[in-house]
T-cell receptor, first 112, second 112 residues
Framework: EAGVAQSPRYKIIEKRQSVAFWCNPISGHATLYWYQQILGQGPKLLIQFQNNGVVDDSQLPKDRFSAERLKGVDSTLKIQPAKLEDSAVYLC??????????FGPGTRLTVL | KNQVEQSPQSLIILEGKNCTLQCNYTVSPFSNLRWYKQDTGRGPVSLTIMTFSENTKSNGRYTATLDADTKQSSLHITASQLSDSASYICVVIRSNDYKLSFGAGTTVTVRA
């Protein structure tokens, strides 16, 4: 079974630039999550999708972050404009059971 | 506030030695507790899953314990190997909404 795919794996941008991350969940997994993991901390949930609908985006900084899952399969997370404090690993996870999540390898973002 | 606290923050051990990581939580209502291993540059991978009624669970050289009364868990690594060098994250799942609460992780470095 293929795992959660994410791209790119690494991205370096300057502050105020825009960036987008892509996630392809495990086939058949209806629930998709985006997490932000700052160095030395545990992941923080940014947004949760159930199919193509948003279940929870309470911790998503909506002034600069956006996410979509148009066809209920893959998803993109965008940051516009980026700030220095956005430097982190962005993890995508998917699940078929709500108590079991499978994580992708993450995208490491560095904002200079 | 639901929290998961892990200790120590980091540790260094010699190859072949044992070590124990601690996790204390205040998450409620409790569904299950998981220990994840996160290699550098990778997403977290589940090592063990423990429900309320389980006291101990093993996965190879990894043994997790759970005391639901005191809300404490531990992860014991036996006969450590260089490949055990990673961050170990304690995650507690709530039973009402299946939200994950992450600890900050313990970084383990195994040296030859």
């Amino acid at each position: 079974e293929a795992g959660v795919a994410q791209s790119p794996r690494y991205k370096i941008i300057e502050k105020r630039q825009s960036v987008a991350f892509w996630c392809n969940p495990i086939s058949g997994h209806a629930t998709l999550y985006w997490y932000q993991q700052i160095l030395g901390q545990g992941p923080k949930l940014l947004i949760q999708f159930q199919n193509n609908g948003v279940v929870d985006d309470s911790q998503l900084p909506k002034d600069r972050f956006s996410a979509e899952r148009l066809k209920g399969v893959d998803s993109t997370l965008k940051i516009q404009p980026a700030k220095l404090e956005d430097s982190a690993v962005y993890l995508c996870a998917s699940s078929i059971r709500l108590d079991t999540q499978y994580f992708g390898p993450g995208t490491r973002l560095t904002v200079l | 506030k639901n929290q998961v606290e892990q200790s120590p923050q980091s540790l260094i051990i010699l190859e072949g030695k044992n070590c124990t990581l601690q996790c204390n939580y205040t998450v409620s209502p409790f569904s299950n507790l998981r220990w994840y291993k996160q290699d550098t540059g990778r997403g977290p991978v589940s090592l063990t899953i423990m429900t309320f009624s389980e006291n101990t669970k093993s996965n190879g050289r990894y043994t997790a314990t759970l005391d639901a009364d005191t809300k404490q868990s531990s992860l014991h690594i036996t006969a450590s190997q260089l490949s055990d060098s990673a961050s170990y994250i304690c995650v507690v799942i709530r039973s009402n909404d299946y939200k994950l609460s992450f600890g900050a992780g313990t970084t383990v470095t195994v040296r030859a």
